[in-house]
């Protein structure tokens, strides 16, 4: 399937292709608060290559049910656009699965 502007979809609703996951499953991540098992085993954001550190038992971040740790803020944002963990590409549900 073509998208528009020129990019090959598997799926529709995404921009290039891409498809987001369900505004229910983004509503539901888990936050945590950053401790030094994240910090040992994520030291960092994956999106925006942030230390976590500055975090350390502050502002909560946002774990995805595979078990990778990014900003609230920048999981949301890129979950709106793709339903794949940036990391192990987990499938976070879609409209499409809703359907089915």
């Known amino acids: 399937m073509l998208e528009p502007g020129g990019a090959v979809g598997v799926r529709g609703g995404g921009v290039g292709g891409m498809i987001p996951a369900i505004k229910s499953s983004i509503d539901g991540l888990e936050q945590v608060t950053v401790d030094i098992t994240i910090i040992t085993h994520s030291p960092s954001?994956?999106?925006c290559l942030e230390d976590f550190a500055a975090y350390y038992q502050q502002e909560p971040i946002t774990r995805l049910p595979c078990g990778?740790?990014?900003h609230v803020h920048c999981i949301v944002q890129w979950l709106e656009?793709?339903?794949l963990c940036p990391l192990c590409r987990y499938q976070m549900p879609t409209k499409d699965?809703?359907?089915n």
């Open 45 to 47: 954001c994956s999106i």
């Open 68 to 70: 990778h740790h990014y």
């Open 81 to 83: 656009f793709s339903h």
């Open 97 to 99: 699965d809703q359907s």
